[in-house]
């Protein structure tokens, strides 16, 4: 496993990390999602966006050197106790297959709100579903196709 620093996302953090997330969903997206949507969703991922969501969550980032190479959160799931959702989870081009995904899960799952969950869900993207579901995940009500936010819920129970 790859060593790199993973620690709580601060507000410089914002620029570097909405670069690596649309360099990510442009190159890694692209097959599952059309240009429309993916234009979209890095549109709505700014770095404004970013702090918002790390302010509301655990957010983490993964620094390799002085390079911002992933992202990953933990929040309440629309305010149900013990109920907790992840998000944002990104790892660079470069990067992937180097078990960087596996880390953020990892350091996710030993977050104070996961430790405290008795279920966590987590809206999957159609290009990461299988790294999900291999993690432990599981798709949540039997869903077979992406819903209308082109997304798969999947979910753990503990």
């Known amino acids: 496993m790859m060593?790199?620093?993973?620690?709580?996302?601060?507000v410089a953090d914002a620029v570097p990390a909405a670069e690596m997330i649309s360099r990510t969903i442009q190159i890694s997206n692209a097959a599952d999602y059309s240009a429309i949507?993916?234009?979209?969703?890095?549109?709505?991922?700014?770095p404004s966006w970013l702090v918002q969501k790390a302010q509301a969550t655990h957010f983490y980032v993964?620094?390799?050197g002085s390079r911002l190479i992933g992202t990953g959160a933990i929040g309440p799931y629309w305010n149900q106790p013990n109920e907790y959702s992840l998000f944002t989870i990104f790892v660079?081009?470069?990067y992937q297959g180097r078990k960087i995904g596996?880390?953020?899960?990892?350091?996710l799952e030993n977050d104070v709100y996961f430790c405290?969950?008795?279920?966590?869900?987590i809206p999957a993207s159609k290009t990461a579903r299988n790294?999900?579901?291999?993690?432990?995940y599981q798709v949540k009500n039997h869903q077979e196709v992406?819903?209308?936010?082109?997304?798969?819920?999947l979910e753990k129970w503990h």
């Open 62 to 64: 993964v620094i390799d």
């Open 3 to 10: 060593s790199v620093e993973i620690r709580r996302f601060q």
């Open 102 to 107: 596996q880390q953020i899960i990892h350091t």
């Open 92 to 94: 660079d081009p470069e």
């Open 146 to 153: 992406p819903d209308d936010e082109g997304l798969y819920r």
């Open 116 to 121: 405290q969950a008795r279920r966590v869900e």
């Open 131 to 136: 790294f999900y579901l291999k993690m432990g």
């Open 37 to 46: 949507y993916i234009a979209q969703l890095i549109a709505r991922i700014s």
